[in-house]
């Protein structure tokens, strides 16, 4: 059922959407096994969707004009390279979130300032909030049901482990929210390398 909010003045479906990295499968399943230990702890849980690298928070866009949304993300992709994307620890950002740490390295940094100004430049499509802070890349854990006493025990479970993952982020992900989940809508995969 999609809300009056959702909706345009003309009647158009303005829908959520934003877009990722999505990590390999050996790391989803390590980011969801860190989840469900979470939440058999502490009854914690995360949004639902796939683990992931957030590059463009969540905005509204109307359904009818998806294609040129991608379009616009086909265009962007073309002169991108594939980005190595390393994960080291845990971090937080106290006291209502806890992720996988994901390093600041200078291509992951271009690739999300580079798609940031993209969409801003050629939809429109801008995060305000994001505007005022440094991209922080990470996979989150667990961001619901989180007071300040049990973000302080999961905390101390996890500020210490040791975990390291190195992929290369081959593409990026464009996610729809369906009322219920986020769900994949496309993918656009980044050059092997510039010519």
């Not at 998806?66 to 390393?86: A, G, M, R, S, Y």
Request: charged share 15%; net charge negative.
């Amino acid at each position: 059922m999609v809300s009056a909010s959702r909706q345009k003045h003309t009647g158009q479906k303005k829908l959520r959407f934003f877009i990722a990295l999505i990590p390999p499968l050996e790391i989803q399943a390590y980011a969801d096994q860190v989840i469900q230990e979470l939440s058999d702890r502490y009854q914690t849980s995360t949004a639902n969707v796939l683990p992931h690298v957030t590059l463009q928070a969540p905005f509204l866009w109307q359904i009818e004009t998806l294609p040129q949304l991608e379009t616009c993300l086909n265009q962007f992709v073309q002169q991108q390279p594939v980005v190595p994307v390393t994960l080291s620890g845990f971090g937080a950002f106290a006291p209502h979130v806890l992720y996988l740490n994901v390093l600041r390295t200078p291509d992951l940094l271009a690739l999300q300032a580079n798609l940031t100004m993209h969409l801003e430049t050629n939809l429109g499509i801008l995060d305000p909030i994001a505007k005022q802070r440094p991209f922080t890349p990470h996979v989150t854990v667990a961001s619901r049901n989180l007071d300040a006493s049990t973000f302080q025990q999961a905390w101390i479970d996890l500020e210490t482990r040791q975990i390291e993952f190195e992929f290369e982020a081959i593409g990026l992900t464009l996610l729809l929210y369906d009322g219920q989940r986020w769900q994949i809508q496309s993918q656009f995969p980044l050059i092997s390398q510039i010519l």
